[in-house]
């Protein structure tokens, strides 16, 4: 009887923390595509609200991971990684009781802190133990049993809104379950333990800790902040993924199309995630995230220009593209380029900088968004075809390079 060799790289904290966010991003998802209509038709808010709620919720994230990326590289990570799915379920569970958009509001400001506080560590502890070139692999794979999470949420949602004879708000508890069970995963995760330096047991003095270092905490490569500065400026045209299902009801679907449209987006998103980031492990990651950027742009400027409803599923399914080629591969990007001991510093950078982005993209994109959301689609979508072009230009000189295979290549 032939058994099946795991991979070097699926390491027991790669494979329960991508366990941990599949069960989280099944909660998120679940209600992420019904919130926008449950914001403006169930509770009364405007188009700018949308906006407004999902930018400052991404803002709060964002502040929240810069300090957490660098509180990574000191502390425990594993207890952070837990406080922030811990909030995540909080916020879940005040939206279950929100009566007004303002406590909706608060509640998304609460799971996106939880967001921020869980994500530059994470990310840093799914490298413990890997090899080098394995870095795409990982991140892929992560973001594909984090997005499939996010096929089984809208599902379960678009069954469980027939059973409850279409009504929201039993969703909104649903929700609450999958993101408790995902704290309590957590408890699974295991950590290297750090030891403090020059600390000598039995005369034989202890390594020092990864965290530390002689000169202090390490600059970041003037590449990979070249990098970062770079990918922050492009999220200030990613506008809240709440704002293009907004721009799918006004087409005219309906609630149930507005989600199966999500779940397509999501299939996509989760296929191709992993054989992106393993892509990026043999191919320079610029020209992988400039494909992404090209499926940004043909998801923005294609929602902007259809007129018809049925469009919305194929332009959508092409977006899914978008996040798989970027997302993990960012990632992997900026980890590649980032000294072993600031690892948690530059994720939490990278990802406070362009979630921060991302609010202001909620906030002009609502403001702009008028009776159709044409305009603000068209600019970006615009702007993310520019940003390709340009990337494929002049990548390398962001530190785009092939990643350094190790002597044993990860299977």
């Known amino acids: 009887m032939t058994t099946v060799r795991r991979p070097r790289w699926l390491t027991r904290n790669v494979a329960t923390l991508s366990g941990v966010s599949f069960l989280q991003d099944a909660a998120s998802e679940l209600l992420y595509p019904i919130l926008p209509i449950f914001l403006t038709t ?26 957490a990326g660098r509180l990574a590289d000191r502390s425990s990570k594993r207890r952070l990684i837990g406080l922030g799915y811990g909030l995540a379920a909080v916020g879940k569970l005040i939206i279950a009781v ?72 039993p969703l909104l508890w649903v929700a609450v379950v999958p993101a408790v069970l995902s704290v309590l995963l957590v408890a699974v995760v295991r950590e290297q333990r750090r030891a403090p330096a020059a600390v000598v047991r039995q005369g034989v003095p202890r390594r020092t800790t990864p965290a530390a270092h002689p000169g202090g905490p390490a600059r970041l490569p003037a590449r990979l902040r070249l990098l970062i500065g770079g990918l922050a400026v492009f999220s200030l045209v990613n506008f809240p993924d709440a704002l293009l299902l907004l721009r799918a009801h006004d087409l005219g679907l309906t609630t149930e199309g507005v989600i199966g449209a999500y779940i397509l987006y999501n299939v996509a998103y989760a296929g191709l995630s992993y054989p992106a980031g393993a892509l990026s492990d043999r191919l320079p990651r610029h020209l992988v995230f400039a494909a992404g950027l090209g499926c940004f742009a043909a998801g923005y400027l294609g929602l902007g220009l259809i007129s018809e409803p049925g469009w919305v599923f194929p332009v959508l399914t092409v977006y899914g593209g978008f996040a798989a080629a970027t997302d993990g591969v960012g990632k992997a990007w900026v980890s590649s380029l980032a000294p072993a001991q600031v690892q948690g510093r530059a994720q939490g950078l990278f990802q406070g900088l362009t979630g921060g982005g991302v609010l202001v993209a909620g906030i002009w994109a609502g403001l702009a968004w008028g009776d159709a959301g044409r305009v603000p689609l068209l600019v970006s979508g615009a702007a993310g075809l520019l940003l390709a072009v340009g990337l494929v230009v002049a990548g390398r000189r962001l530190g785009a390079a092939i990643p350094p295979r190790a002597a044993h290549p990860a299977q």
């Open 42 to 67: 169930v509770l009364g808010a405007p188009a700018a609200v949308v906006g407004a709620v999902e930018g400052a919720a991404e803002g709060a994230a964002s502040l929240t991971k810069i300090v």
């Open 98 to 169: 929100a009566g007004s958009w303002p406590v909706v509001l608060v509640a998304r400001c609460v799971d996106r802190l939880g967001k921020g506080i869980r994500g530059a560590p994470r990310d840093a502890l799914l490298m413990e133990g890997v090899e080098a070139d394995s870095r795409g692999r990982i991140f892929g794979f992560h973001r594909m049993a984090d997005t499939l999470g996010a096929v089984v949420g809208p599902a379960l949602g678009l069954v469980l809104y027939e059973l409850f004879h279409r009504q929201i708000a």
